[in-house]
């Protein structure tokens, strides 16, 4: 075809993705892995559609992008995408709904296993010469603990059936949830954070960051929390006040913190939270198992061929308005 659709791909996409896009003769695809600004600025202004990672599409990615129609997420995520320029500039933004929940929260419940049995420091004291712990297990049971979920979307609702499953109580915080749904899925519905905070034995972070989520656990929240609890965070990096969480760390308030996400990533130097014995990290990729991976790219490519073609699925559109335009 002497004319095809240009995608722009700003990372190598698994093969359960790329299929879709090759056995298309009228797509064109470039590759770039984590492009600078300035280059991937340059490469969007021949292209249809571009699949982001981490790539922030604001105004001046837009304005370097005459043709651009899609812009699709590897993930649910889009706070790295100007919304709203991109519905004024008739920009679909898609995600790939359905793809990670599944992978995430299973990443969410590993994370307080591992806080709660302090595995990373158990494994780090065998490998060093070591045997049994010279200050004990200082290890805890989750069965009959409280755990509250913070956001029950696909994600933290899979966490709290998880939660439910390993005989604890779970409570959780939405409020776009009406108490009586929630109280109908079998969970107790958390009205207020400080005061559900302070009945937590274990804190699992699922919202999405907005204004008033940004720094929603900071030092008052941790001042509320109840003593000896674990926080885990798989959500955004900003959800927690790092400062403050360091602050109930050396305090002592805390068994433990487990995280997916941070406030900056990847950190620039050595991090703070780094040294704390009683924090377990990964670098964002709770939903990177292989086939996390390959249901997030069969959807993120099937997103930009659906949008090229006219059609795409409003289930996947963060913008949905825009179908409604024609």
């Not at 595995?119 to 009959?144: C, F, N, T, Y």
């Not at 439910?164 to 949830?177: E, H, I, R, T």
């Not at 937590?200 to 940004?214: E, I, W």
């Not at 130097?269 to 991976?293: D, I, K, M, Q, Y």
Request: with cysteine.
């Amino acid at each position: 075809m002497s004319n095809p659709f240009k995608v722009l791909l700003c990372r190598k996409l698994h093969p359960a993705g790329m299929a879709l896009l090759d056995a298309r003769p009228d797509v064109s695809c470039t590759i770039m892995h984590d492009p600078p600004v300035a280059e991937f600025h340059a490469a969007l202004a021949q292209a249809d559609a571009t699949l982001c990672w981490l790539e922030r599409v604001d105004q001046a990615a837009l304005d370097a992008a005459p043709k651009l129609r899609c812009v699709s997420r590897y993930g649910v995520g889009f706070d790295t995408v100007d919304v709203a320029a991109c519905t004024a500039r008739d920009v679909a933004v898609m995600v790939a709904n359905g793809s990670n929940d599944l992978s995430v929260a299973e990443h969410a419940l590993m994370l307080m296993l591992a806080v709660a049995r302090r595995a990373a420091q158990h494994d780090r004291h065998i490998k060093s010469g070591g045997w049994w712990p010279p200050a004990g297990p200082e290890m805890v049971d989750l069965a009959g603990k409280s755990l509250l979920v913070v956001g029950y979307g696909r994600i933290g609702a899979r966490v709290a059936r998880y939660g439910q499953a390993l005989g604890m109580k779970v409570s959780v915080l939405d409020p776009f949830w009406r108490p009586s749904r929630l109280a109908a899925e079998g969970v107790t519905p958390a009205r207020d954070l400080h005061a559900a905070l302070a009945e937590a034995d274990v804190v699992s972070l699922h919202c999405p960051l907005r204004p008033d989520t940004k720094h929603l656990m900071n030092a008052a929240a941790f001042a509320a929390l109840k003593p000896g609890a674990i926080v885990v965070n798989t959500a955004r990096g900003p959800v927690v006040d790092e400062v403050a969480l360091l602050a109930a760390l050396n305090a002592g308030r805390l068994h433990g913190f487990g995280a997916d996400v941070l406030e900056v990533e990847p950190p620039a130097g050595p991090h703070p939270l780094f040294a704390h014995p009683n924090v377990l990290l990964s670098p964002h990729n709770a939903a990177s198992t292989e086939e996390g991976l390959a249901r997030m790219a069969r959807i993120a490519a099937q997103n930009i061929l659906d949008c090229l073609d006219g059609r795409p699925d409003t289930a996947m559109m963060v913008n949905p308005e825009l179908a409604a335009r024609g």
